[in-house]
């Protein structure tokens, strides 16, 4: 008796151990999860890292190239970017942590329930599913973002909506595997309630994959929340938030002044490849088979 | 398959629901759009409600907007000041011939780098194209598109204006598909084919970028996974030549997933354009879509998202389909 | 009114705006496509737009830009004339003779009779006769859009006599003494084909007609011709204009959203005149020895509308100290690169009757401190701003007023709202405070009743929904009164009171910017914000 239960808690312990073995020796991911702590160092040492208020205003300065006084240049109002930039990572790191757990906090309960129970409430959560996956993410994150109104967390909370549904459905399929293990089985047939298998059995099977796709959505919803900032939506001056500064720059662009638009591109990129890279190191280590595979 | 098929129109009357539940949460009177900014009277804008029917309950709308989808009519657009079916008509075809040539960017150099880089595991190459397609995969397309545009046309003078899909003299041929390189074809007029196909050019290539990272990504993996089944090892051990192994054997299983990862890119790509049309100012559904959330064009927007869903919808099921005929194993109930 | 300027004039401008080493940041190294003499397409202007118009039937436009455009396609019966200053032509607020070879008053002020110009057709080919006068100005009454509605307190069909052919008479119900002003905008004035209107529909009351909202048949030098929705629309010349062909064989509306490729392309020379370029991106041009820059004080005023019905905006303190706080010269200067001319009225500067001596304030933080600590805010203030999503002028005026805000304890939150949204919240007072840059007919009657009468509050132009009983009465006085010295003495009342009560913070006269390549000549700006493209050419 005693061996069954026990058995999926220790191959779980044996697996994490396993798994940063296996972290650690995949040197790609280790450059994505330095790229992604020095982004949260620099975020959480913004007031000493940033040489300057990302908001203070500097008409007389501004527009300048990068030079030793402003390392990345100053916008329209002389802001300096290599400020804004910093205690931009503060907004664009917030808003990847925020979208996501929201997005598996709430869709990941909906598709445990799903796929436990099935039947008629299967059918009801997978139906709205399916309406939600049937939008090109883009789309919908837009349309969200027009009815929630202007505003960085409005725009997140609109990010993190678009992907609840897939989540919720990852989560479904991995209760299904779970539901038919033998073990799962054996514990029902103990008189198991339905909460302490929920926990004990089904969740474990579901974290790995849900772990998977968060570190890589992540990655995906800095980019929808940038362009979100991007159309005007999301976040509102004077908010550092990098996809808005893309968008401050664009209309310079076109007369040479690149430094404006450029830089916050490039800090965008970074952390999405910081995303990528570690979130492609814990697939092979939590699920070398792929099942998580977008 | 059957059921696959039948769940299909409950996804659209879900679709046209949340969209317009969503349009009608958004604060603002489209009426006021439609007469513009400064003085309005008031007798007139009751009418216009009237008219429109937005002054009855939103149950009574929604549905009366439903039986006029049912008849084939979208509504008015009152930013274009046309029928949406006209608009969508005409916006269509630049939105098409955008995400076709992206998607054939992306497939063509995404499957040849893939087989590449899942054949030679851990070389050079390989890791040149994972790193690569990583980084198309992790920049925001409409940056991306920016920084083409100031490279390739303002500094270096290289790439065609961003004036859409042609230049301020030329003409477009004469319409059959509204497809313009097709249309040129048609006409049997190289000239206007390429300058069709360099306009293209730059937003189609922005376009594809992270579809051809997102192609190899998956061709890779799975081409290293097939590589290692059993059935591979028992050929390489039969002595097949190892070319032979990786054509015959690892490619058409390799391309099961991928397919359904470039048909779910191919329906996005649809989406992708909003910004990059914008970026690119390419007359094309997305730019259109944009404007008419702004200007609170109920109808386009509802018109618009029914298309793209409905197109995105339509090649997942194509996807599942081809699935099932490269997988024999597949089979839908 | 407009001002030509001159390389050399806006770099000392600028120079003296924003620091020395600006101009030469701005001149770029993009290589000019084309070499310096050779003109492309010397009989076609490439015009860029960032909009199309929605609807072409005249009398039911109520957009400017469909307003303009179409004016070089349909003509009123009196138009605003040119004047010479230092050999060149410019634009002004004057209303002079075009359909109508002359116009003369009755004496009481009330009656009009035109006499019509002769060999004035239509492109069909229908003359322009006293009947068509009558139909036309019966016909924009009847769908009565846009200025129609205060027109129509004025005259009725009734009024309209048919004297003979030639002559149309228009006998007014009271004094309007902005009756022709009136008269000379295209949604109101045009004159249309009524054998044309009538073969497709004619008219129905408070809506466009269908045909006439794709097609055109007008009596000006210009013809509607191909319109590829989203890309571009044209005028083709037509041949047979009363006062003959015009100079360009054809006009190309090319459509482009992004103002930053509209700019490209100018500099490049692919486009040659650029519509309504915001003041950011034309500053870009300055030093640009191939690019004209043309500029003009709109009929409104750049201004940060205060909601005054409620907290913390209802306290007069409060509304003054944000005049006081909020410093327009650095605005100008960071925002319209300094091309702007400052508020100093509640009036822009080209109505009559403005009189910029009588405005009482200057910036003073510490003024601005001292009112906000009387109207019971010296611990501070939370304040919104908002602007429309994508309006660059906007957007940099709010976040420098959020910048100069911080400075007397304001703590002003900036929003971006998208455009249908913006428009909804602004004339349903729902916004605090918002950026809005509006345009109004050369008219002080007209500009005073929507912007300052308690009764226009809300869609119909008081979007501050600022109520003074007092200034109603002015108001209401001032639309009978015919006297020049009367009205004067009645506007310097009303400019005191509005002054005093600033229901907004006036920042500078709204900008009509329009950038031109230097080879496109007879380009002339009005201040009502027409162009017309009959003189207009091109040669080096």
């Known amino acids: 008796m005693a061996d069954v239960a026990a058995h999926p808690a220790v191959a779980i312990g044996n697996q994490w151990r396993t798994a940063a073995r296996r972290l650690r020796r995949n040197g790609l991911s280790l450059v994505g999860l330095v790229i992604l702590v020095l982004w949260a160092l620099i975020a959480a040492a913004a007031p000493v890292v940033a040489p300057q208020d990302p908001v203070a205003v ?4 501004r527009l300048q190239a990068p030079s030793r006084a402003h ?24 808003i990847a942590l925020v979208a996501v757990g929201v997005a598996a906090g709430v869709g990941t309960p909906f598709g445990v329930v799903a796929g436990y129970y099935g039947g008629g409430v299967d059918d009801a959560i997978m139906r709205v599913c399916d309406v939600l996956l049937a939008f090109p993410s883009l789309v919908l994150a837009l349309a969200l973002g027009a009815a929630l109104g202007p505003g960085l967390w409005k725009a997140v909370m609109a990010v993190a909506i678009t992907s609840i549904a897939g989540y919720a459905r990852l989560a479904r399929g991995s209760t299904l595997v779970g539901r038919e293990e033998t073990y799962v089985e054996a514990a029902r047939a103990q008189g198991a309630s339905d909460v302490r298998i929920l926990g004990r059995y089904v969740l474990p099977n579901i974290i790995s994959p849900v772990v998977v796709r968060s570190t890589v959505g992540m990655g995906f919803s800095v980019l929808l929340a940038a362009s979100l900032s991007f159309v005007g939506l999301g976040a509102q001056p004077p908010t550092p938030e990098w996809g808005a500064m893309i968008n401050e720059g664009r209309n310079q662009l076109v007369t040479g002044v690149w430094w404006i638009s450029t830089f916050p591109g490039l800090a965008i990129m970074s952390v999405v490849l910081g995303f990528n890279l570690l979130g492609d190191g814990i697939r092979d280590v939590l699920d070398p088979r792929g099942a998580t595979r977008i | 398959m059957a059921r696959r098929l039948l769940a299909v129109p409950p996804i659209f009357v879900g679709i046209t629901l949340v969209t317009f539940l969503l349009l009608h949460v958004v604060p603002g009177d489209p009426a006021r759009m439609y007469l513009g900014e400064g003085a309005q009277d008031p007798r007139v804008l009751a009418a216009l409600h009237r008219e429109w029917g937005l002054d009855r309950p939103l149950p009574v709308q929604y549905v009366d907007y439903l039986r006029n989808l049912v008849r084939g009519n979208l509504g008015f657009s009152i930013h274009s000041g046309r029928p949406v079916a006209e608009d969508l008509r005409h916006f269509l075809p630049a939105t098409v011939e955008l995400s076709v040539l992206s998607f054939v960017l992306a497939v063509a150099l995404g499957v040849p780098l893939g087989v590449l880089s899942g054949a030679r595991v851990n070389t050079g190459a390989d890791h040149a194209s994972r790193v690569g397609s990583l980084l198309f995969l992790s920049m925001p397309s409409f940056w991306f598109g920016l920084i083409v545009i100031y490279v390739g046309y303002f500094l270096l003078g290289w790439l065609p204006s961003p004036t859409g899909r042609l230049g301020m003299t030329d003409t477009a041929p004469s319409p059959v598909t509204g497809l313009y390189t097709i249309d040129s074809v048609l006409a049997g007029d190289p000239g206007a084919f390429a300058r069709a196909l360099w306009y293209l050019l730059p937003p189609a290539v922005t376009l594809a970028l992270p579809s051809l990272g997102l192609v190899v990504r998956m061709l890779r993996t799975s081409i290293v996974e097939v590589l290692s089944q059993d059935y591979v090892r028992t050929a390489r051990s039969k002595g097949v030549a190892s070319r032979g192994v990786l054509y015959r054997h690892a490619l058409r299983n390799a391309l099961i997933p991928t397919v359904t990862v470039l048909g779910v890119q191919f329906g996005l790509l649809f989406s992708g354009n909003v910004l990059v049309e914008a970026v690119f100012s390419w007359p094309g559904i997305g730019g259109y879509l944009v404007q008419a959330i702004q200007w609170l064009d109920y109808s386009a927007v509802m018109g618009c998202t029914l298309l793209i869903a409905g197109l995105f919808v339509a090649v997942n099921v194509l996807v599942d389909f081809t699935y099932a005929v490269l997988d024999p194993r597949v089979h839908y109930g | 009114m407009t001002a030509q300027f001159t390389r050399r004039a806006l770099l000392r401008t600028t120079a003296a705006a924003a620091g ?5 940041r701005y001149l770029g190294a993009a290589p000019d496509a084309l070499a310096a003499g050779s003109i492309p397409n010397p009989d076609t202007v490439f015009y860029g737009v960032y909009w199309e118009p929605v609807n072409l039937d005249p009398h039911a436009i109520t957009d400017w830009g469909s307003m303009w455009m179409l004016d070089n396609i349909y003509e009123p019966l009196v138009r605003y004339q040119t004047k010479q200053v230092n050999g060149k032509t410019v634009g002004t607020a004057e209303v002079g003779p075009h359909l109508a070879e002359n116009v003369t008053v009755s004496k009481d002020g009330k009656a009009y009779t035109f006499r019509l110009r002769q060999g004035v ?7 322009l006769t006293a009947d068509v006068v009558k139909y036309s100005l019966t016909r924009m009454l009847t769908v009565n859009l846009g200025p129609a509605t205060l027109i129509s307190k004025f005259m009725d069909p009734g009024s309209i006599t048919v004297v003979d052919p030639r002559t149309v008479r228009v006998t007014l119900k009271g004094v309007c003494p902005f009756f022709l002003e009136l008269l000379a905008a295209t949604n109101t004035g045009a004159m249309v084909n009524p054998k044309t209107v009538d073969a497709h529909g004619g008219t129905q009351p408070g809506k466009f007609n269908e045909w006439m909202s794709r097609n055109t048949d007008g009596t000006g030098p210009f013809k509607w011709g191909q319109w590829t929705a989203g890309q571009q629309f044209e005028f083709v010349a037509n041949d047979q204009y009363w006062a003959g062909a015009p100079k360009l064989k054809r006009v190309v509306f090319r459509v482009i959203t992004d103002f930053a490729t509209q700019l490209l392309l100018l500099k490049r020379g692919e486009l040659d005149i650029v519509y309504r370029l915001p003041p950011d991106m034309t500053a870009q041009l300055i030093g640009n020895p191939d690019v004209v820059i043309s500029r003009d004080n709109g009929i409104g005023m750049h201004q940060i509308y205060m909601q005054n019905r409620t907290k913390p905006f209802d306290d007069v303190r409060v509304r003054q100290a944000m005049v006081y706080a909020v410093d327009p010269f650095a605005i100008n200067r960071a925002a319209a690169f300094g091309l702007a001319t400052i508020a100093q009225s509640m009036l822009p500067s080209g109505l009559e009757g ?3 001596s009588l405005w009482p304030y200057k910036y003073d933080p510490n003024k601005a401190k001292a009112l906000l600590a009387e109207a019971g805010y010296s611990k501070g203030l939370n304040v919104s701003i908002a602007f429309n999503a994508g309006n660059t002028e906007r957007e940099q005026t709010a976040v420098l007023a959020q910048a ?4 007397v304890g304001v703590d002003a939150k900036v929003e971006g709202i998208p455009w249908g949204t913006f428009v909804t919240n602004y004339q349903d007072g729902k916004m605090p405070a918002f950026v809005l840059s509006g345009l109004e007919l050369p008219i002080v009657d007209n500009y005073l009743n929507n912007l300052f009468h308690s009764k226009s509050a809300g869609a119909k132009g008081n979007f501050a929904f600022y109520n003074n009983p007092q200034v109603d009465r002015l108001i209401d006085q ?4 015919a006297d020049p010295a009367a009205r004067k003495q009645i506007i310097t009342q009303i400019q005191r009171l509005i002054n005093t009560d600033v229901p907004s913070v006036p920042i500078y006269n709204a900008l009509l910017m329009y950038a031109h390549r230097s080879w496109v000549k007879g380009w002339v ?11 207009v050419e091109k040669r080096a």
């Open chain 3, 354 to 356: 403005y009189t910029p």
């Open chain 1, 71 to 94: 390392l990345l240049g100053t916008d329209f109002y002389g802001r300096d970017i290599l400020s804004r930039i910093v205690y931009g990572a503060r907004y664009d790191l917030a």
């Open chain 3, 20 to 24: 020395a080493g600006l101009a030469t």
């Open chain 1, 58 to 61: 500097d008409v007389a300065g």
């Open chain 3, 121 to 127: 057709k239509f492109h069909s080919g229908d003359p």
């Open chain 3, 478 to 481: 001032l639309l009978g009164t």
């Open chain 3, 525 to 535: 700006l009005f201040p009502s914000g027409n162009w017309y493209f009959y003189p």
């Open chain 3, 404 to 407: 100069a805000l911080r400075n």
